[in-house]
Nanobody, 125 residues
């Protein structure tokens, strides 16, 4: 089992920034891919970004240029820097990990193995 604990969510005004962190523990593997999804009320869980063990990044076109994913392998921690936030970014943000597999499935939440409890991000207009 892998445990993921997110932090860094909160309330921010439009145009502001937040930095989310997610620390992994338990049966982690250095080869795991780590990533972020989000889910707004009444909507499906949406892929945000992912980073492989080798540092290759996948991210959503809709958030590209505003959100940046990074990883500290020594700390088993993944970060999501969110800039120029908009009200439509309001959601619960979830951290996830998965063992290496075909990258074609990286945006499919079903293809991820472990999830954090989520952290709320609210952007006020």
């Amino acid at each position: 089992q892998v445990q993921l604990v997110e932090s860094g969510g909160g309330l921010v005004q439009t145009g502001g920034s937040l930095r989310l962190s997610c620390a992994a523990s338990g049966s982690t593997s250095s080869g795991d891919t780590m990533g972020w999804f989000r889910q707004a009320p009444g909507k499906e869980r949406e892929f945000v970004a992912a980073i492989t063990s080798r540092g290759f990044i996948y991210d959503s076109d809709s958030m590209k240029g505003r959100f940046t994913i990074a990883r500290d392998k020594a700390k088993n921690t993944v970060y999501l820097q969110m800039d120029a936030l908009k009200p439509e970014d309001t959601a619960v943000y979830y951290c996830a990990t998965r063992r290496p597999r075909n990258a074609n499935s990286i945006s499919d939440s079903i293809q991820w193995d472990y999830w954090g409890q989520g952290t709320q991000v609210t952007v006020s207009s």
